[in-house]
Each structure stands twice: as structure tokens, then as C-alpha cells.
């Protein structure tokens, strides 16, 4: 057989596997089970992995489970605008709020307690962003992301925007605090 000329039978798939061929895709074969495979070990043990969940929602919706959420559990307020601190119930849902340009409410919640925390944007994209530790969540409207969560430290944190979402998105900054 030739490269130039055109093969004498054109039938490729019948032409006999050479052993160099057949070497090749099984190792390509291999190596794709390989890294197929490292998709589920990755996600059940890699320990810089966010496991989301994400359903549809409206904003309608998700604002009135924030709401009922801040209304039953808000401790005081802060700030000159009263941003109410919620202190919700160890292993609850809790809801975080991203619009332009702010994080609503502020969440105070308990050092090795686990939580369920629901996000989503009013309007735009925006970035779930937990400074200083290497947290980033895709907050995008008409999706409610959940993300299991236990703190390990105790502090106060911020939350920046890490998604460009008009003139004010490096104000858009918002706190949580874990005790
Ligand atoms: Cu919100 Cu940038």
C-alpha cells in the first residue's frame, strides 16, 4: 500500500489492524479509562473540590425562602444600611443572596457545624468568592447552587465578587462569620 496512491481497497475497515495500530489504540484506550475514571476518584477525594448541587429557581422563589430565613433567625443588625445578621440552626438551609453589588444577609454560623448553603443572583453572573481561603462558586441567575459546608475556623470572613458584573463590582463585598 502507498501514500500517494489511493488505496486499492477502499474499504478501510477491512483492511487487516497493523500491530503498531493496534498498540496505539490500546494504549489510547487505556489512558482515556484512566482519566475517566480519575473523574469520580477526583470528586469523591480530592479535597480542593466543591461538590454543587444546582437546581432551577426564580427569583421570586428564592428570595421568599431568604426571606423566611432572615425574618425567623436575625440576631441584630450591622452597618449604616441595618444588614441583618442571621444565626440560623446548625445543619440548616441557609441562603445567600448575590445582586448588584451586594451580598445579603450576613451569615454568623458555628465552627465544625455543617450547613446547607443555597446561592443565587437577582439579576446578573456574579462570584461567590470566601476570602482568604480558596472558595469560588459560579452564582448565576435562574439556578439555585447548593453547596454543603462546614467551617473550620472561627473569624470573620469576606465574601468578594469574583465575576465582573458592572461599575460597582469590586464594592460588592459582603461577610460571614463563624464562631
Ligand atoms: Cu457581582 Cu462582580
Not at 425562602?65 to 441595618?82: C, G, N
Not at 470573620?156 to 461577610?175: K, P
Request: charged share 20%; glycine share 4%; hydrophobic share 40%.
Amino acid at each position: 500500500m502507498s501514500a500517494i496512491l489511493p488505496p486499492a481497497e477502499r474499504l478501510w475497515w477491512k483492511h487487516p489492524l497493523d500491530r503498531v495500530e493496534a498498540v496505539w489504540i490500546a494504549i489510547a484506550f487505556a489512558w482515556c479509562m484512566v482519566m475517566f475514571l480519575m473523574m469520580v476518584f477526583w470528586h469523591v477525594y480530592g479535597k480542593q473540590n466543591l461538590s454543587t448541587e444546582t437546581y432551577k429557581t426564580t427569583p421570586d422563589k428564592f428570595a421568599a425562602k431568604a426571606q423566611a430565613m432572615v425574618d425567623k433567625y436575625t440576631v441584630r443588625t450591622e452597618t449604616d444600611e441595618k444588614i441583618p445578621v442571621v444565626h440560623p440552626p446548625v445543619g440548616s438551609d441557609i441562603y445567600l443572596t448575590a445582586r448588584l453589588w451586594a451580598w445579603r444577609p450576613i451569615l454568623e454560623l458555628e465552627k465544625d457545624k455543617t450547613y446547607k448553603l443555597h446561592l443565587t443572583s437577582m439579576d446578573y453572573n456574579h462570584g461567590f468568592s470566601l476570602q482568604p481561603t480558596n472558595i469560588n462558586i459560579q452564582v448565576v441567575p435562574g439556578y439555585e447552587h447548593v453547596v454543603k459546608i462546614t467551617p473550620n475556623q472561627s473569624g470573620q470572613f469576606s465574601i468578594v465578587c469574583n465575576e465582573y458584573c458592572g461599575i460597582n463590582h469590586h464594592t460588592m463585598v459582603g461577610r460571614l462569620y463563624v464562631k
